[in-house]
């Protein structure tokens, strides 16, 4: 998957506000014929201890600021390790596919 920098900054600033354990880029949407990028998807693995993830999740939304719209998927890290044992989950497919921008 293309690296676009807006994709970089908008991992670093979420990795410095949320202080997730890792960052996943899961998928984009580019523009097919100026490869100008549209969207993008991240998952981010939590520890633990992190309060409320809807919460978390609401925040990061608010306090990062991207041109590009943007999803997040976040889990607890327990949740994670249990999710990717099994191929038929969405996470699975995320640690398979994904590209690692933080962690």
């Given amino acids: 998957m293309t690296l676009y920098p807006e994709i970089i900054a908008t ?3 979420i ?3 949320g202080k997730p354990l890792r960052i996943y880029l899961i998928s984009l949407k580019s523009n097919p014929a100026t490869g100008e990028l549209r969207s993008f ?3 981010l693995i939590v520890s633990d201890d992190a309060p ?3 919460e978390m999740e609401c925040y990061l939304y608010t306090a990062v600021d991207c041109d590009y719209p943007y999803d997040l998927v976040l889990y607890k ?3 994670w390790k249990t999710l990717t044992e099994d191929p038929r989950t969405f996470a699975w497919s995320i640690k398979e596919n ?3 921008l933080y962690g």
Avoid: P
């Fill in 15 to 17: 990795a410095e506000l």
């Fill in 52 to 54: 409320n993830i809807s």
């Fill in 98 to 100: 994904g590209s690692v």
């Fill in 77 to 79: 890290h327990s949740e």
């Fill in 41 to 43: 998807k991240l998952a």
């Fill in 11 to 13: 991992a670093n600033a």
